[in-house]
Antibody, heavy 119, light 107 residues
Framework: EVQLVESGGGLVQPGGSLRLSCAASGFSFSTYWMHWVRQVPGKGLVWVSRIRNDGSTTGYADSVKGRFTISRDNAENTLYLQMNSLRVEDTAVYYC????????????WGQGTLVTVSS | EIVLTQSPATLSLSPGERTTLSCRASHSVSSYLAWYQQTPGQAPRLLIYDASNRATGIPARFSGSGSGTDFTLTISSLEPEDFAVYYCQQRGDWPITFGQGTRLEIK
């Protein structure tokens, strides 16, 4: 069974940093592209970032480019999202998502971790 | 950026009824349109990909159709567990985008 378990969320002040982790199990992690998608509670879904299966290529939404960094450790089956210079508008539930096609087909989602940016 | 507009915003129906949800794209996305279901407190679940392909484990009462700019998700006979929020998502152009959602509620 595919499992994606996020951790690392919490309350942080504007300008602060957080590192999210996503532990993957039940599938061959190193063969899948992975993404982060976020959702403001009660609102819609927004794609944040992606990383190629071997970690060689990354991509970011304009709203987080230059502030967030996606990475992965295939030996540890773990996906990361380093979030710096956090803003109030980054407050959301962050989902770790598996891509079954290599091009934005999101077939498995974690339960999400809540990031709250507030003073 | 391609904007996806879902309609209606809210739909009130009873179990056993048939329903059709709409997703319209501001520009053509070919057949690169997916549908997701999200129940309260849960993560989204992939239902349909590439407009008409059911994802693994999705019941046959869910079907998708359309291409270009107009897409529909049909649920042939509503089960109690189907009352949720449904999102469409396009991957036909970057950045990928999601619709704002249709809330399906019990009448």
């Amino acid at each position: 069974e595919v499992q994606l378990v996020e951790s690392g969320g919490g309350l942080v002040q504007p300008g602060g940093s957080l590192r999210l982790s996503c532990a993957a199990s039940g599938f061959s992690f190193s063969t899948y592209w992975m993404h982060w998608v976020r959702q403001v509670p009660g609102k819609g879904l927004v794609w944040v970032s992606r990383i190629r299966n071997d970690g060689s290529t990354t991509g970011y939404a304009d709203s987080v480019k230059g502030r967030f960094t996606i990475s992965r450790d295939n030996a540890e089956n773990t996906l990361y999202l380093q979030m710096n210079s956090l803003r109030v508008e980054d407050t959301a539930v962050y989902y770790c998502v598996r891509d079954s096609s290599g091009y934005y087909r999101f077939d498995s989602w974690g339960q999400g971790t809540l990031v709250t940016v507030s003073s | 950026e391609i904007v996806l507009t879902q309609s209606p915003a809210t739909l009130s129906l009873s179990p056993g009824e048939r329903t059709t949800l709409s997703c319209r794209a501001s520009h053509s996305v070919s057949s690169y349109l997916a549908w997701y279901q999200q129940t309260p407190g849960q993560a989204p679940r992939l239902l349909i990909y590439d407009a008409s392909n059911r994802a693994t484990g999705i019941p046959a009462r869910f079907s998708g159709s359309g291409s270009g700019t107009d897409f529909t998700l049909t649920i042939s006979s509503l089960e109690p567990e189907d009352f949720a929020v449904y999102y469409c998502q396009q991957r036909g152009d970057w950045p990928i985008t999601f619709g704002q959602g249709t809330r399906l509620e019990i009448k």
